[in-house]
């Protein structure tokens, strides 16, 4: 089973603000997820990386692939207090089969006024 | 769609007690999910379906079994409750299709919270 790593575990900005969240692992990966959750609900997919290197762009939320397949960032700019929640990173670390994501620790992100 | 639907949201057991946790899809998804998720921790793969009549262990399969009689539900079981159960279990479907490598999106359902006393 891969170990997803995630960095920081919590984070506590004031809106305005951009921060950065890692996802580190020793094993390459096929491809990497981010999900955001909120409390009481499921998580729900932000965006999927495929290719090493890759940088994704949602609105204000900015995702990168690294070059080794190793590692993921998510950086957001000018932090929402909508953007508060879970992140959570998952890898899926083969192809061709079931989808057995293996999830990070998470992230847990807060946004004041 | 109501996409991935679970009950009960939340339930009390005692130890030993036996309970099914339902879950439902009506997106004619082909692979089925199930997740528990521990305070301040990500998820954690219980088992899981490709098909219906197909089913296989995830990471932590101990203490539970599964079934896929159809293709719109996969109900989660636990057969003697244990303190180490409590926890908030997510069930997620996706559609793959046969040969495709990129993981698929997964949907989740608004999870059931459950306490074993």
């Known amino acids: 089973t891969q170990l997803l790593e995630q960095s920081p575990q919590f984070l506590s900005i004031q809106e305005g603000e951009n921060l950065t969240v890692y996802c580190n692992s020793s094993?390459?990966?096929?491809?990497l997820q981010w999900y955001r959750q909120e409390p009481g609900e499921g998580p729900v997919l932000l965006v999927t990386?495929?290719?090493?290197?890759e940088v994704k762009k949602l609105k204000r939320l900015t995702f990168q692939f690294g070059d080794a397949r190793k590692d993921s960032s998510l950086h957001i700019t000018a932090a929402q207090p909508g953007d508060t929640g879970l992140y959570l990173c998952?890898?899926?670390?083969?192809?061709?089969?079931?989808?057995?994501?293996?999830f990070g620790t998470g992230t847990r992100l807060q946004v004041t006024l | 769609n109501a996409g991935v639907t679970q009950t009960p949201k939340f339930r009390i057991l005692k130890i030993g007690q036996s309970m099914t946790l339902q879950c439902a899809q009506d997106?004619?998804?082909?692979?089925m999910y199930w997740y528990r998720q521990d305070p301040g921790m990500g998820l954690k793969l219980i088992y899981y379906?490709?098909?219906?009549?197909?089913?296989d262990k995830g990471e932590v399969p101990n203490g539970y079994n599964v079934s896929r009689s159809t293709t719109e539900d996969f109900p989660l079981r636990l057969e003697l409750a244990a303190p180490s159960q409590t926890s908030v279990y997510f069930c997620?479907?996706?559609?793959?299709?046969?040969?495709?490598?990129?993981?698929?999106?997964?949907?989740f359902g608004p999870g059931t919270r459950l306490t074993v006393l």
């Open positions: 379906s490709v098909g219906a009549g197909i089913t």
């Open positions: 094993s390459v990966f096929s491809s």
């Open positions: 997620a479907s996706s559609s793959r299709l046969p040969g495709q490598g990129v993981s698929d999106t997964q949907y």
């Open positions: 997106m004619n998804h082909n692979y």
């Open positions: 998952a890898a899926s670390p083969r192809t061709g089969t079931a989808s057995k994501l293996t």
């Open positions: 990386v495929v290719t090493g290197g």
